[in-house]
C-alpha cells in the first residue's frame, strides 16, 4: 500500500463545468470530475451500479473527440460518485497533458471581460 505522501504521484487534470470527458461503464453514462495516468472518479446521474472492489470496463471519450478504453477496480463509491484506480498501462501522460492543454485553452475562449457601462452620461 502507498502511503499518502505517495498517492498523487500522478499529475491530475481536475474538471468543472464544460469540457468533461464522457464516460460509458456499461449502460451507465457519467462525467469525469478528474483523470490521472493510473486513476479517474466520474458522476452519474443515476446510482452507479458497482461497489469498492468491483472491476470495472469503460470507454472515456474527451473533448478533442479520442476515446480511451480503460479498466480498473472501483476504489470508492459515494452516491452517484465513483472512484477507480486503473490497471496497467491506466491513462498515458500524452492523454493527461492534451487534457491540461485543451482545458487551458478552453478557459482562454471562455474568459469573458466585461463591457463598460454605458450610462445617460457617456451616450
Known sequence: ????????AF????YTGSGRPAIRAGDVMGAVLDVSERGLRYATGE??????????????RFGDGST????????RVDGHEVSVRLFSPGLSLGVI???????????????????PLITNATR
Open 97 to 115: 497533458l492534451n487534457e491540461q492543454r485543451r482545458l487551458r485553452a478552453l478557459q482562454r475562449v471562455l474568459t469573458i471581460t466585461t463591457p
Open 68 to 75: 480511451v478504453h480503460v479498466r480498473g477496480m472501483v476504489t
Open 1 to 8: 500500500m502507498r502511503s499518502p505522501e505517495d498517492r498523487r
Open 11 to 14: 499529475y491530475r487534470v481536475q
Open 47 to 60: 446510482p452507479p451500479g458497482v461497489a469498492t472492489g468491483n472491476g470495472l470496463s469503460a470507454q472515456v
